[in-house]
């Protein structure tokens, strides 16, 4: 069959594995390519126990692999065949010189570039997937119209704002889809494209075209303003637990007000994921290269808060059994960052299990699908950490079981059953408010929620 276009996705991860799949899906006219040079996830992507678990993800792949979707290694003859190059590679926080810890790590990004100059012989538009520092594209078209072979790049940004877990339908039926292009005739030629790409099943309307620089910082803004409130209802959940004020209560009626919204106020021990940190950070750090000491502190506050989410659970958790954990088995029910996803980068799981541990608790932990990433995530502190798949027994002689992640699994268990099989008094942290309180305190739990009057049997 002869395609209308080739496209070329640089990254088989997270982002690019998920969109390119919807595409395929919703272009049968495009041949679509996804190269990694991590062999052994394309090796996965193209078996039947594809890398990403994310719900609806595998059907989409099977349906058109093979058809107009393809995974290999051979970035070269990828390049060759593009007319469209979207770059998805990673691009995490430097750990190292200039900006460690701040700054995004670009070296990926660069590579990619020099790559998509050796091995392209005609004109390209080259797509910024990845969240990038704003400006990026200029480093990358500089590096591009250094080869002066008379070939013509054109960058894009097209950033992504699918969440993990529901990936799939927000990439069927995104809020938005936002392509920021230079405004002269040849980036609008590119921007004309990449609407025309998306217009196969997004409305018109839902297409947001800016210019390069609002559509890169865009991301940033949209990630920092959605983590502020999460650091926001969290501030006031530690308010909540001095004063008997309910967290739950105070969302639903301050989100009621439709200028604030109910969505994204959920108290919780902490938000985790790729890209709130990170894109948090990029945007301190960016702010304080242009002098925006403010700017920069406002922003840093929201990271910070959340820091102190974390600290402050594993304070409570450490304080209310009766000033030590050491020794004493507690059972992290969630790894993952979030529910519905296998993926743990900046959970705060992690952070909570190095601190017990520092207390000297065995932490036991399960997840339906986090538990490898848990593994790698702990490699050579793990000494004192049990991963066990069947929350039933990772709970077993525990002296407290702390929820993580809101996976409705952990809704639906037996919580009598657990209740006996553990020491007394037992304890439940519950760092998602997803448990049914009332309850598990009837069964003889003491129960922690976040942001509410714990319910204890103690005088
Ligand atoms: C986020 C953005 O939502 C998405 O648009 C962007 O493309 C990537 O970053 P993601 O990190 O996948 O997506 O998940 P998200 O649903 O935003 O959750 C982030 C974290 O916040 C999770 O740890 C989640 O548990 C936490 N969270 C979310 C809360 O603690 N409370 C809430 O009310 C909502
Ligand atoms: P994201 O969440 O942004 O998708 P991931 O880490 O899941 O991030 O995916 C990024 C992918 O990009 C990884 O699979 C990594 O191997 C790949 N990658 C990084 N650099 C290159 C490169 N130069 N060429 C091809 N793939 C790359």
Known sequence: MEFKKNILCIGAGYVGGPTMAVIALKCPGYRIEVVDINEERIREWNSDDIPIYEPGLEEIVKQVRGKNLFFTTDIAKGIKQADIIFVSVNTPTKTFGEGAGMASDLQFWEETAHI????????????????????????????????????????????????????????????????????????????????????????????????????????LVANAFLAQRISSINAVSSLCEKTDADISEIAYAVGSDSRIGRKFLNASVGFGGSCFKKDILNLVYISRSYGLTEVADYW??????????????????????????????????????????????????????????????????????????????????????????????????????AIMTEWEEFKILDYERIYQSMKKPA????????????????????????GKTPLTHFE
């Open 300 to 401: 840093q506050m929201v990271v910070s808060m959340n820091e102190h989410q974390k600290s402050r659970f594993v304070q409570r958790i450490v304080r209310e059994m009766f000033n030590t954990v050491a020794g004493k088995k507690i059972a992290l029910f969630g790894f993952a960052f979030k529910a519905n996803t296998g993926d743990t980068r900046e959970s705060p799981a992690i952070d909570i299990t190095k601190k017990l541990l520092e207390e000297r608790a065995i932490v036991s932990i399960t997840d339906p699908k986090a538990l490898n990433n848990a593994r790698i995530d702990l490699k050579g502190i793990d000494r004192n950490v049990l991963y066990e798949p069947d929350p039933y027994k990772a709970a077993e002689e525990a002296s407290a079981v």
């Open 427 to 450: 304890f439940i942290f519950d760092g998602r408010n997803l448990l049914n309180h009332k309850q598990l305190y009837e069964i003889g739990f003491n129960v922690y929620p976040i």
């Open 116 to 219: 998509i100059i050796e091995n392209a012989n005609n004109n390209k538009i080259i797509v910024e997937k990845s969240t990038l520092p704003v400006r990026t594209a200029e480093a990358m078209e500089r590096i591009l119209k250094a080869s002066n072979r008379g070939i013509q790049f054109e960058v894009v940004s097209n950033p992504e704002f699918l969440a993990e877990g529901s990936a799939i339908p927000d990439l069927l039926e995104p809020d938005r889809v936002l392509i920021g292009a230079h405004r002269t005739p040849a980036g609008r030629e590119a921007e004309k494209e990449i609407v025309d790409l998306y217009a196969h099943w997004v409305p018109r309307e839902n297409i947001i075209t800016t210019n390069l620089w609002s559509s890169e910082l865009s991301k």
